[in-house]
């Protein structure tokens, strides 16, 4: 179990020193935009675009130490859905994942059949088409 916390330490660090340099990024472009007239609507894109990457990464920190949380209360690699041992192959290259592969997939399966019936008015023709 060392080497999947290792690799949790590892992603968390990876994660903290990248919203370190995209901040540092993000502050030098504001600062040399401002008064440019054309530039601000795409600086209002980057900051949106910027927010949601935190956000997302964010999530990724909290599931990384949630993980970090299991392993050190003993209950990392078990899933939370079913209760079943996750495989260790899994848990390697996915060691923030609270769920085994068959949970996995149905939840996706469900997402993908909620998703298609709001779709439903339209198109339904199955494909990816109308996908942005
Ligand atoms: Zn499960």
Redesign the pocket.
């Known amino acids: 179990m060392e080497e999947i916390k290792d690799k949790l330490l590892e992603m968390q660090k990876t994660i903290l020193n990248d919203l370190e340099s995209d901040r540092d990024k993000s502050k030098t472009a504001i600062s040399g935009d401002i008064g440019d007239d054309i530039d601000h609507a795409n600086e209002d894109r980057n900051r949106e675009l910027y927010q949601l990457l935190c956000e997302r990464d964010q999530v990724k920190l909290e599931q990384i130490h949630h993980a970090l949380d299991a392993i050190d209360a003993n209950t990392y690699g078990v899933?939370e859905?079913?209760?079943?041992k996750i495989g260790k192959k899994r848990l390697i290259a996915l060691p923030f994942t609270k769920?085994?592969v068959?949970?996995k997939n149905e939840e996706e399966r469900t997402k993908g059949i909620s998703r298609a019936t709001s779709d439903l008015s339209s198109s339904f023709s199955g494909s990816d088409t109308g996908e942005l």
Not at 81 to 84: A, I, L
Request: negative net charge.
């Open positions: 899933c859905d079913c209760g079943e769920l085994c068959d949970c």
